[in-house]
């Protein structure tokens, strides 16, 4: 288990050098961090999770719960988990291995989430408050992350397999409608939208670069090196107001100036293992977790883009993929163990 974690040494390309801050550790009090198992969890092999989301209009953290076939929904108030059932999961196989798939990814819209799966390539709006399931759409790949774009009514899908995303009305929620395409030359992996300036942001891991996406022409306007190294860049988060991009690199985050043609601006050590991000903007903080290190990185960043690790929090092997609130709790999958771990705000001060 890492506490510290050392220095990563980056070049921007073509932009000169920026500043690269250790993550230097603030140990927790062992209460800082407590799991809550998910229901229907089997005897061994845990939860597959991927994605989860925080709807911060009802306070809930929603977990698509892939193997046990429901999507597992958190009120952080008291920590009662409720079960959405049906969701169809299929067997597939991969390195040798056979795994169960199921519901694997959400967005938050306006009064509906919306949720994917790996299962049967299915993408279904879900009432946020009422937590039943509405209309759902079958794309022709299967889905990876989802966006909710507000200025458009849509969610887009990333669909890696076939390079492209996919675009789903959700206008009406109950007869949710195929819109389009959006083909690349690469994988795309990641998403953040700018709803007031109609872009939105993904990558192409397999390329290491970053693109930004006119959300009305559907058109690439920019793309940009996060210079991530082989593995390529991951997940990524958004600063509306300061135009500042967050990329996870697979043991680091940087942020880019999405405001000046996305110039490197600083960037943080994490350990390895990080896969998607969150920031709250409330906060200024950054929350990434780091799977292999078994960690979680807290860290601020101020008005010029710089990133100062707060804490560095240990976690669980296999912990990824964190979710923040405005009260500074952040929410983990823990899919080997099949549990949310969360760490107290106590822990990021």
Not at 49 to 64: E, K, L, S
Not at 76 to 91: C, K, L, M, Q, S
Not at 127 to 133: H, P, S, V
Not at 182 to 189: C, D, T
Request: aromatic share 6%; glycine share 10%.
């Amino acid at each position: 288990m890492h506490r510290t974690v050392a220095l990563v040494a980056l070049a921007g390309v073509g932009c000169g050098t920026f500043k690269t801050t250790p993550a230097a550790a603030t140990p927790a009090a062992p209460s800082a961090v407590h799991g809550i198992a998910l229901p229907g969890a089997p005897p061994t092999g845990g939860v597959l999770m991927d994605y989860i989301a925080y709807d911060r209009a009802h306070h809930r953290v929603w977990v698509p719960a892939g193997n046990t076939g429901s999507v597992d929904v958190l009120d952080v108030t008291n920590d009662r988990v409720t079960r959405i059932e049906g969701f169809p999961t299929a067997e597939m196989e991969r390195h040798g291995t056979k795994h169960t798939v199921g519901p694997s990814s959400v967005t938050v819209g306006d009064g509906f989430v919306y949720v994917g799966n790996r299962g049967d390539s299915n993408v279904c709006a879900v009432d946020a408050a009422a937590l039943k399931k509405l209309g759902c759409i079958k794309i022709d790949s299967m889905p990876d992350g989802l966006a909710y774009v507000a200025a458009t009514h849509e969610v887009w899908v990333t669909t890696p397999r076939d390079k492209s995303i996919r675009i789903v009305d959700v206008a009406k929620p109950e007869a949710l409608a195929a819109k389009g395409r959006i083909s690349f030359e690469g994988e795309p992996e990641g998403f953040a939208v700018d709803d007031t300036r109609g872009l939105f942001y993904t990558n192409l891991e397999d390329k290491d670069r970053t693109l930004v996406i006119d959300v009305k022409t559907h058109r690439v306007v920019s793309t940009w090196m996060p210079a991530c190294g082989k593995d390529g860049p991951r997940g990524l988060a958004l600063d509306k107001k300061l135009e500042f991009l967050f990329v996870a690199c697979t043991d680091h985050v940087q942020v880019l100036d999405a405001g000046h043609e996305g110039k490197q601006l600083s960037s943080i050590a994490t350990g390895p293992g990080v896969d998607n991000i969150d920031y709250v903007a409330g906060r200024h903080e950054l929350f990434a977790a780091a799977a292999r290190a078994a960690t979680l990185t807290v860290a601020r960043v101020d008005e010029h883009g710089t990133l100062t690790a707060v804490a560095v929090v240990p976690t669980a092997p296999g912990a990824r993929n964190a979710v923040g609130t405005e009260e500074g709790v952040a929410f983990l999958t823990d899919s080997p163990e099949g549990k949310i771990l969360v760490v107290s705000p106590a822990a990021s001060h």
